[in-house]
């Protein structure tokens, strides 16, 4: 059996190889997954991942608003949520309580806070305020994509929860109105950009210092800008249906995905005890 080394409490800051950094963040960042009881099986529960967070502390775990509670996906009473992590078929697996107990949402900041003492000694990513440069190499973590089962005792199934990671720079640092249509706009708030595309499931998940692993914003969304416009035919290599078209109208955007500094968050943080 392989020995996976667990570190405790803050992890290290010291400068190392991404790979190293990584590594250490899979204790951290994990996913956040609702219990939703079944409608057609009673006693059952429909699963599903909602998103990416990380703890700051050893009992403070941070992650989006807009992961709990969507007006696309939002929170129904009755759900039941986990923070579950997969460290290569090992499961993470953190029960935690209920909305207004032990999760506290704040849908201006598009923040939520949850409260898990699940483990002592549980590993936390240091974080950072400071202004962020252009050009920083920066890193991201988490859960995209990700689907979790149960086994036949009810314990978490890890093999389709895949911890994905990715390394860029920060090519923005700005000020920007952000409004994703979900009733809680962010006028002129402070924003990091990236040129890589965050996608479902990255929500709430560390943006961190590539060689320390310092967080220093997390996880937003992304925007898309239309930069082209063309008819396009299209050659099939099978015969075509009747009544459909092989011409096609092809756009090309230019993508960038957002995330929110930290420091947009400092006083939320500071008030569940979150230090530097």
Same mark, same amino acid.
């Given at each position: 059996?392989?020995?996976?080394?667990?570190?405790?409490?803050?992890?290290?800051?010291?400068?190392?190889?991404?790979?190293?950094?990584?590594?250490?963040?899979?204790?951290?960042?994990?996913?956040?997954?609702?219990?939703?009881?079944?409608?057609? /099986?009673?006693?059952?529960?429909?699963?599903?991942?909602?998103?990416?967070?990380?703890?700051?502390?050893?009992?403070?775990?941070?992650?989006?608003?807009?992961?709990?509670?969507?007006?696309?996906?939002?929170?129904?009473?009755?759900?039941?949520? /986990?923070?579950?992590?997969?460290?290569?078929?090992?499961?993470?697996?953190?029960?935690?309580?209920?909305?207004?107990?032990?999760?506290?949402?704040?849908?201006? /900041?598009?923040?939520?806070?949850?409260?898990?003492?699940?483990?002592?000694?549980?590993?936390?990513?240091?974080?950072?305020?400071?202004?962020?440069?252009?050009?920083?190499?920066?890193?991201?973590?988490?859960?995209?994509?990700?689907?979790?089962?149960?086994?036949?005792?009810?314990?978490?199934?890890?093999?389709?929860?895949?911890?994905?990671?990715?390394?860029?720079?920060?090519?923005?640092?700005?000020?920007?109105?952000?409004?994703?249509?979900?009733?809680?706009?962010?006028?002129?708030?402070?924003?990091?950009?990236?040129?890589?595309?965050?996608?479902?499931?990255?929500?709430?998940?560390?943006?961190?210092?590539?060689?320390?692993?310092?967080?220093?914003?997390?996880?937003?969304?992304?925007?898309?800008?239309?930069?082209?416009?063309?008819?396009?035919?299209?050659?099939?290599?099978?015969?075509?249906?009747?009544?459909?078209?092989?011409?096609?109208?092809?756009?090309?955007?230019?993508?960038?995905?957002?995330?929110?500094?930290?420091?947009?968050?400092?006083?939320?943080?500071?008030?569940?005890?979150?230090?530097?």
């Amino acid at each position: 059996m392989t020995h996976i080394f667990v570190p405790s409490g803050r992890l290290n800051t010291k400068k190392r190889d991404f790979r190293s950094v990584v590594s250490d963040l899979r204790h951290a960042v994990l996913a956040v997954v609702r219990f939703r009881p079944s409608q057609q /099986q009673p006693g059952l529960f429909e699963i599903s991942v909602l998103g990416t967070g990380f703890f700051v502390s050893s009992d403070v775990f941070m992650t989006c608003w807009h992961v709990i509670d969507s007006p696309q996906m939002p929170h129904q009473a009755g759900d039941k949520y /986990q923070l579950v992590g997969n460290l290569g078929a090992i499961p993470i697996s953190l029960p935690v309580g209920d909305i207004g107990t032990d999760i506290h949402l704040f849908p201006d /900041q598009d923040l939520a806070i949850i409260i898990c003492k699940a483990n002592k000694g549980q590993p936390y990513l240091s974080i950072g305020y400071a202004d962020i440069p252009v050009g920083m190499e920066i890193g991201v973590a988490g859960y995209p994509l990700a689907r979790l089962a149960t086994d036949a005792s009810g314990n978490p199934d890890v093999k389709a929860l895949v911890y994905r990671v990715a390394k860029g720079v920060a090519t923005a640092v700005f000020r920007y109105d952000i409004d994703h249509q979900d009733g809680h706009p962010l006028p002129d708030t402070q924003v990091v950009e990236v040129n890589f595309m965050f996608v479902p499931g990255n929500s709430g998940g560390p943006i961190f210092e590539a060689e320390t692993g310092r967080a220093i914003a997390y996880v937003k969304g992304f925007r898309t800008h239309k930069i082209q416009e063309a008819a396009q035919q299209c050659f099939p290599t099978t015969q075509v249906p009747n009544g459909i078209s092989t011409t096609y109208l092809d756009a090309v955007h230019a993508v960038y995905s957002i995330g929110l500094t930290l420091d947009l968050v400092r006083d939320r943080l500071e008030q569940f005890g979150v230090k530097l």
